[in-house]
Every structure is written in structure tokens, then in C-alpha cells.
């Protein structure tokens, strides 16, 4: 399930928590909305503990400035509130799996 982030005080807890993945959306893009359900889905299948928010610089500018996001789209994601992986503009579905996969891993296997 993703969660939208209203304002840059939602973005600040999200990003705060133990693992978090925000994806960076903006009203003109294209490939924003083509990208966003294969993100969904990957996090879905590969990485389902890993919650996945999505902030649109239209209506959330003061989130997206926040983040330091200025190309879309962008994802991000944090590991003990620490920015983890940052992909924006140019990225693929695999690229994304592939650098997650080990961390995610090493993650859940400290959690529990």
C-alpha cells in the first residue's frame, strides 16, 4: 500500500522511521505515471516491509524541496533515518531490485 505525503512535516516522519522509501512524482511528467506501478509492484513482491510513500511536487513543492528533489522522477530510501539510495530522472525497475536486494536483506535479518 503507498501512502501520499502531504507536506513537508509528513515527509520528515516518514523519512525518520526505521526503513522508508519515498518516490517523487510531478504533475508534468510522463514517465511518473508510467513508472509508479512498477514501483509499486516491486515493493510489493521483493520488498513488502519496506513502506513506499509518494510525494507529487505539485501539490507537495515544500516536500519535494525538502528532499533535495529537483528531477522526476525520483526515488528515494532511507535506512535508520539515513538516505540509503537516491535514483532520479534515469532509472529502471532492475537497477532499483539490485540495489536494494543485499541491504533490505540485512535489514529484516536485524530487525527481527
Known amino acids: 500500500m503507498t501512502t501520499t505525503l502531504k507536506d513537508a ?14 518516490y517523487f512524482v ?23 516491509r519496506l ?6 511536487a ?3 513543492p515544500d516536500g519535494a524541496a525538502q528532499a533535495g528533489v ?5 526515488l528515494l530510501v532511507f535506512f535508520e533515518g539515513r538516505e540509503f539510495l537516491r535514483k532520479a530522472r534515469s532509472f529502471s525497475i532492475g537497477e532499483v531490485q539490485a540495489a536494494l536486494g543485499r541491504p533490505y536483506a540485512l535489514w529484516l535479518e536485524a530487525a527481527t
Open 70 to 74: 529537483f528531477n522526476f522522477p525520483a
Open 26 to 48: 510531478a504533475p508534468e511528467c510522463g514517465v511518473c505515471g508510467v513508472l509508479r506501478p512498477r514501483i509499486e509492484e516491486l515493493f510489493a513482491a521483493a520488498f513488502p
Open 58 to 60: 505539485g501539490t507537495t
Open 9 to 22: 512535516t509528513d515527509y520528515a516522519a516518514w523519512v525518520a522511521g526505521p526503513a522508508a522509501a519515498v
Open 51 to 56: 513502506p513506499l510513500a509518494v510525494v507529487n
